[in-house]
């Protein structure tokens, strides 16, 4: 991941890499949904059914927990969606580098994930930055090429390991070790820091600095406010001032 | 059909949705610099906020995990000292789980 401005072949491996790395450890976290699922009340076929095609571990993990509640499942499905609603964020971000067109989109989407950005962006951003603002400058093709391999390969990676932990987790809930016990609940965190890591340490980075600091209070400060899935959602205020800044002032 | 199954359906059918919708707005609009400088953020601030949650929310609830929390200070010196990804995630992994073992 560092050091991927040398070669470009180079920085499609190391994209790879990441995307495999992502995509096992977070991939085994699908054991826990699994097992959740079924101690919730859901069956084995469902559970795999929402692996398969919701494919976004916090919404599956808000649907189990509230049939769990036995409470009311149109709220449960709310929350559901709520937290998958950040990822039609992610998919305006992830539209220009995939540079996917027509009916190739529908399958792409799925792949539209925490995960699955967060390697496509650390690739973006690694190299050079697209112009800030230019109207109709070039895209930086090399940049495109290594988030597409990230993207793919999370995707890919994650999606195998997700489903067929998932089964495991379904089938054998009472023998599953708790992934708690082997630290896991810390790496899905980890993946995310170390991914925007070489972005926050870049010199002049301030404002992506204070973008993210920003967010990461919006979204602690409204938790015990705001049902779950929203303070993340709200967390994107913290880009609004880019909507309406003038574009010097964005560098 | 009993009501769990239209849940999950209904799940299914939403976040998939959800995720179509962002890349199915059209080049035009995203090519607008405000839309294009939000878009570019925007998950930067997302992200951020995920981790905050995942590491000290539980529900609505604010919780502090010594143990988690061990291993994300452990997963910053690694990255400080330019680990390389893997290990900065068994790094992690393995700080998080010897803290709980330690009974923190």
């Known amino acids: ?251 | 059909m009993s009501a769990t199954w239209w849940a999950v359906i209904a799940t299914c059918v939403g976040c998939y949705l959800l995720k179509l919708a962002g890349l199915a707005v059209p080049r035009r609009v995203l090519d607008r610099p405000g839309l294009r400088r939000f878009a570019e953020l925007a998950p930067v601030a997302l992200l951020s906020a995920l981790i905050a949650v995942q590491m000290f929310a539980s529900g609505q609830e604010l919780r502090f995990d010594t143990a988690r929390t061990l291993g994300l200070a452990a997963a910053v010196v690694a990255l400080l000292l330019r680990a390389p990804f893997l290990l900065v995630l068994a790094i992690t992994a393995a700080v998080t789980a010897l803290a709980r073992l330690a009974g923190l």
Request: contains cysteine; hydrophobic residues 50%.
């Open chain 1, 1 to 251: 991941m560092e050091d991927t401005t040398t070669r470009p072949d180079q920085g499609v491996s190391a994209a790879r890499r990441a995307g495999i790395g992502v995509g096992l450890a977070v991939g085994c976290s699908g054991v826990a949904f699994g097992a959740a699922a079924v101690t919730a009340g859901l069956d084995v076929v469902q559970a795999c059914v929402l692996s398969l095609f919701a494919f976004t571990g916090a919404s599956q993990f808000a649907l189990a927990g509230a049939v769990a509640g036995g409470g009311d499942l149109v709220a449960g499905t709310a929350g559901a969606l709520l937290l998958g609603a950040r990822n039609t964020l992610y998919g305006l971000r992830l539209a220009g580098p995939l540079g996917v067109r027509g009916l190739r989109r529908l399958g792409v989407a799925l792949g539209v994930i925490d995960e699955t950005t967060a390697v496509a962006m650390a690739q973006l951003d690694n190299g050079r930055e697209a112009r800030p603002g230019a109207d109709g400058a070039e895209p930086d093709e090399a940049a495109n090429r290594r988030a597409r391999a990230g993207f793919f390969t999370t995707f890919l990676t994650l999606y195998v390991a997700w489903n067929v932990s998932t089964l495991i987790g379904a089938v054998g809930t009472a023998q599953m070790a708790d992934p708690a016990v082997l630290g896991l609940d810390a790496v899905g965190p980890a993946c995310f820091l170390a991914l925007l890591w070489p972005r926050l340490r870049s010199g002049g980075a301030t404002r992506l600095r204070l973008v993210a600091v920003a967010g990461a209070a919006i979204a602690l400060l409204t938790t015990p406010l705001l049902p779950p899935g929203i303070p993340v959602l709200l967390a994107s205020v913290a880009a609004l001032p880019a909507l309406l800044a003038p574009r010097e002032a964005t560098r």
